[in-house]
């Protein structure tokens, strides 16, 4: 069972720039992509970067990786009070014995932009 730990959330000043993480442990698993959704109150949950799509926010939101550690980034550059959300990091695995591709979700940090 691959768990995924977020963190780097916070409360930000307008303007400001923030590093979300994701670190993915849980045993013997093979990470194929990474992402990072987030969920505004009232509102939809929305892609905002990944690996695999290209179909995500674009600009001022950066998504890497560091493969050799199982974690993801988010760089968040000048942030708007809009950003404010709880964001969350999603990962694709192949899973042992069969190798299956399985997706799993963060629990989500929170971040909030002021004005």
């Known amino acids: 069972q691959v768990q995924l730990m977020e963190s780097g959330g916070g409360l930000v000043q307008a303007g400001g720039s923030l590093r979300l993480s994701c670190a993915a442990s849980g045993g013997a698993f093979y990470i194929t992509a990474m992402g990072w959704y987030r969920q505004a109150l009232g509102k939809q949950r929305e892609l905002v970067a990944s690996?695999?799509?290209?179909?995500s926010l674009k600009g001022r939101f950066t998504i890497s990786r560091d493969n050799a550690n199982n974690t993801a980034y988010l760089q968040i550059s000048s942030l708007r009070p809009e950003d404010t959300a709880v964001y969350y990091c999603t990962a694709e695995a192949r899973v042992p014995p069969f190798m299956t591709i399985e997706h799993y979700w963060g629990q989500g940090t929170q971040v909030t932009v002021s004005s």
């Open positions: 690996t695999k799509y290209e179909d």
